[in-house]
């Protein structure tokens, strides 16, 4: 299993140092490849034992510090003392695995030897399912230390579900490490993710400048890049096929995102939704306070037996209410306070409902087509996610780096509840599906106010195994996010970390040595923690395969903003690049914005062949302006006795 | 250590065990006497300073002895003694300071019927007999058994040393005198450096300054009676002021080669045993004396070859 190499230490153990089961000292000589995080083996009859280098010592045999001040006669930059005094180097041993596993006994005494590859297999209980016919390692990086590298993989059953699930990972914001990580490891999964497990998708929220906005453009890779992918068994390709989805501004043409290049529009859709879309997750837009039980059940009303619906009530008016757009509802309320205010005196209820109550609701969901804007339409058009049919390897991204906090809410919550939906009737269109949210401590706050999306990621990270349904979330203070939400990561990943957020009583289980590795680690490096691994393991992981969000913006320019005509032009060219700007530009000069608007939106949905006679078409005749005379008058009664004319 | 076999081995016979160990029992034993010297060096005795510390430039090794022993049963009223000695030298490479060469020897020390009545002796022990010739009595009979064993040690010494001479001509600083070895006396490359000064070179005033010496000064040189050992110059050196302190602070005899040399670069080489003073020693009480290097040596030797 192990080569032959020559012990680089030795097991020492002392009555107030002894060996335990989980932790040993050993020594080094002075220039030795040990550091913090290499792998050791220790070698002793009857008994093999792995372990992870936790912390290290040196003592010299000065035994009173005034002794090296008098030998340099107090001064420090007095000559060099001759010989250099005798010094120890020892490290600390935490095991990863003792073989045999029972009788868990102490360490012994033993040489101790670098990991070799198949050590760090064994040491990472990876041998258990990085081989055989049914294998679930999903490679995340190489093992580096003294000279050795060894992959290192996940298994898919403790990442993607449904032994365990999530992935948590933290570091300081600005050295690219947590995106670049959760990205790369997403290629990795759908690149090894065993069929026999079924199939996978991912869902990226870009809640920050273009990070996630190029996914499916190659990143450059340098050859060091290279050799890990190919260390790795990976090809380093960016992800086919990528869909993404971002709202548009608040003039419903120009969508809200960085990636607005020409070069990248046939691929991005804009995401609308409509009055049903919203009110079921109306709780999200409004805080507690907002919705007590009356306006609760209110809303419920509405739900249930007005919207989508033919709601019939004589005494509002007639005819029947058909509500579908936040247009339509403002109708209903305005019938319905007409009602109220002539029924006067008693007319404070309608149907159990108290009138202020009403109000209340009318004016919170006005508000969110004004809040939302861009999101969501009065007009009752939808383009929403492929519900049904999500692709093997397919990753969409929904970009809400330009929305109001409350509206990413709205998307946050809506999307991740219909994912759970669907994922419960299996008929998503994949078995698993990885949701990536970075700034988790926005969404799911230690502290804080009880949210609807705080609660929905609880739900989601206790129980989304089951489902498949997996959260992949970054944070920068991963002590600033709720308890339950990272514990329940069965993976937790650690870039970079800053000394106060290590200071936390979360990291008290990492040795100062660890934590100062942390406070240091340089960029591509990671600490895991995975449920196979019993010690936190340091890995190295390449640069993803894809662009990264700062080149993209560079390579490609996001588009200006443009006026209203240019903007229909630029969209409707992106389903068909060779129409004539000028052509869209003359066509819907004169035209209504909501017309055009309108006819904009369903010619994107249909994506049809021949998109400027469909748009045509959905834009209408032109109605011609009609030129009135001019107003006929009455002419002035003259009179001649008129003393003024 | 072979102390616990042969323990285990008289056990089994049934001897009954002893536990002494004598306060000596890791050093070796000096008696105070002034045995006059005779001034080689400008003919009356001065005291010179030798100037700042110089490390040597030069490859340097340092070489040391050590031995334990303890009384390990009494056959009737007889002692028997086990001991083991061991000499080491450790040669600077760079700063580092590197082992260069070692051995030691297991003895058990007694009369010969206290040996005989050993069922066994342990294949890597020697048996060293107290002569007959000497009449008994138990307690000048552990004296005996000790300088058997100082002796034994020293001859280990010697030999280490000349081990280590025939493969290097690193300058070689030993702990104790050199005028136990004709060889070593002789050798223009070695010092030798003595903490002990249980016999003194002076009577009289010159003693008086000898031990006054302040630091970073030296005696003049001169040459020990040294009718039963090998000749050599020496010099005293105080590595420390030892105003405040005992008289004996700091100061050490140095012997090297009796030659012309010796006394044109006594100033060069005591400069550079005064920058083997740092690092300081200071994990033994004798850090005042002890050189790094020779501290080092010994380090090794309770380490790897004595019971502490």
């Not at chain 1, 990086?141 to 060894?150: D, I, P, S, T």
């Not at chain 1, 340098?222 to 380093?236: K, S, V």
């Not at chain 1, 008929?427 to 969404?443: C, M, P, R, S, T």
Request: hydrophobic share 40%.
């Amino acid at each position: 299993m192990s080569a032959p190499l020559a012990p680089i230490g030795r097991v020492f153990a002392t009555e107030q140092r002894p060996s335990t089961p989980h932790q040993f000292l050993f020594w080094t000589a002075r220039r030795t490849p040990v550091g913090i995080g290499a792998i050791v083996r220790v070698e002793a009859e009857g008994r093999t034992v792995f372990a992870v280098v936790t912390e290290g010592f040196a003592w010299s045999d000065l035994a009173r510090p005034i002794d090296a001040v008098l030998a340099a006669d107090g001064d420090p930059a007095g000559g060099l003392e001759p010989t250099n005094r005798a010094e120890m180097r020892a490290y600390v041993g935490a095991v990863l695995r003792q073989e045999p596993e029972d009788p868990l006994q102490p360490v012994p005494l033993g040489p101790v030897h670098l990991a070799t590859d198949a050590d760090v297999a064994h040491a990472l209980r990876m041998d258990a399912y990085t081989s055989g016919d049914a294998a679930t390692g999903l490679p995340v990086g190489l093992y580096a230390a003294g000279g050795v590298e060894a992959p290192v993989s996940l298994d898919a059953d403790f990442l993607l579900g449904p032994e365990a699930a999530h992935l948590n990972i933290t570091g300081v914001s600005g050295l690219a490490t947590k995106t670049s990580a959760v990205t790369f490891l997403l290629s990795s999964i759908f690149q090894t993710f065993p069929t026999h497990k079924g199939t996978v998708a991912g869902l990226c929220f870009n809640v920050k400048g273009p990070d996630l906005c190029f996914l499916d453009q190659p990143g450059e890779l340098q050859a060091e890049d290279r050799r890990i992918y190919e260390r790795l068994g990976l090809t380093p390709s960016p992800f086919h096929p990528v869909r993404y989805y971002a709202p548009y501004k608040a003039d419903g043409v120009n969508l809200n995102t960085l990636r607005t290049n020409e070069a990248l529009a046939a691929t991005t859709e804009p995401l609308v939704w409509g009055l049903r879309e919203v009110l079921d997750y109306a709780e999200v837009l409004l805080n507690r306070d907002d919705i007590d039980a009356k306006a609760d059940a209110f809303i419920d009303f509405l739900a249930d037996r007005v919207v989508g619906k033919e709601f019939v009530d004589q005494s509002l008016r007639t005819a029947p209410f058909r509500v579908a757009t936040f247009a339509d509802l403002e109708e209903f309320f305005r019938a319905l306070f007409d009602f109220v205010e002539l029924m006067g005196k008693g007319g404070e209820v309608w149907r159990t409902h108290h009138v202020a109550t009403i109000r209340k609701v009318r004016n919170r969901l006005g508000n969110i087509s004004t809040r939302s804007k861009g999101l969501v339409t009065d007009d009752g058009e939808v383009n929403d996610l492929p519900w049904g049919a999500f692709a093997d390897r397919g990753m969409y991204v929904v970009d809400v780096a330009g929305l109001d906090p409350l509206a990413q809410d709205l998307v946050f919550a809506r999307i991740v509840s219909k994912l759970r939906e669907h994922l419960e009737r299996r008929d998503l269109g994949v078995d698993h599906v990885a949701v990536f949210v970075d700034e988790l401590n926005k969404y799911a706050p230690a502290d804080g106010p009880d949210t609807y999306v705080r609660r929905m990621l609880l739900d989601l990270s206790e129980r989304g195994r089951y489902l498949g349904l997996v959260l992949f979330a970054a944070q920068q203070f991963r002590s600033q996010v709720h308890r339950r939400v990272v514990g329940n990561a069965g993976t937790a990943v650690y870039g970079r970390m800053d000394g106060d957020e290590l200071a936390a009583p979360a990291y008290g289980t990492l040795s100062p040595a660890t934590k100062a590795k942390l406070a240091a680690l340089p960029k591509g490096e990671l600490m895991i923690r995975h449920p196979h691994f019993t010690q936190p393991i340091f890995v190295r992981f390449p640069r993803p395969p894809v662009l990264q969000g700062r080149d993209g913006v560079e390579r490609f320019p996001p588009a200006g903003e443009v006026p209203f005509p240019q903007a229909v032009a630029r969209r409707l060219r992106a389903l068909d690049p060779a129409l004539a700007a000028s052509m869209v530009v003359d066509l819907v000069a004169d035209r209504m914005e909501d017309d055009v608007r309108r006819a904009l939106h369903a010619t994107e949905r249909a994506r049809p062949a021949d998109t400027l006679p469909y748009f045509k078409a959905c834009l209408g005749r032109t109605v011609p302006r009609e030129v009135r005379g001019g107003r006929r008058t009455v002419p002035g009664v003259a009179t001649r006795d008129d003393p003024y004319a | 250590m072979p102390s616990q076999e042969l323990r285990r081995i008289l056990a089994e016979s049934g001897a009954p065990g002893a536990g002494a160990r004598p306060a000596a029992s890791h050093g070796r034993r000096d008696e105070a006497e002034i045995q006059e010297a005779h001034v080689v060096e400008g003919g009356r005795f001065e005291v010179y300073p030798v100037g700042p510390p110089e490390a040597c430039p030069e490859a340097v090794a340092f070489l040391d002895g050590a031995q334990q022993h303890e009384v390990l049963t009494y056959t009737g009223a007889v002692p028997l003694v086990s001991a083991t000695v061991a000499a080491a030298v450790r040669e600077r490479h760079g700063r580092d300071l590197a082992l260069a060469g070692a051995q030691r020897r297991h003895l058990v020390v007694g009369r010969a019927e206290a040996l005989d009545g050993l069922p066994r002796i342990p294949v890597d022990v020697e048996r060293v007999e107290i002569s007959e010739d000497e009449p008994f009595h138990p307690i000048r009979d552990l004296d005996t058994a000790v300088a058997m064993i100082d002796r034994a040690r020293r001859e280990l010494e010697v030999r280490v040393g000349t081990a280590f001479r025939k493969r290097s001509n690193a300058w070689l600083i030993v702990d104790g005198s050199l005028a136990i070895s004709p060889a070593w006396a002789a050798d223009p490359r070695m010092l030798s450096v003595s903490k002990s000064h249980a016999t003194l070179p002076f009577g009289g005033d010159e003693l008086r300054r000898y031990l006054q010496l302040p630091g970073g000064h030296r005696s003049s040189v001169y040459q020990p009676d040294t009718s039963r050992l090998a000749p050599v110059y020496a010099w005293g050196l105080r590595l420390w002021p030892w105003q405040g302190r005992d008289l004996l602070f700091g100061l050490v005899r140095v012997e090297a080669a009796p030659t012309p040399e010796t006394l044109v670069r006594v100033d060069e080489l005591s400069r550079w045993l005064l920058a083997e003073r740092a690092p300081i020693s200071s994990a033994d009480a004798r850090w005042d004396r002890l050189l790094y290097g020779i501290h080092s040596v010994e380090q090794y030797l309770r380490a790897a070859h004595l019971d502490r």
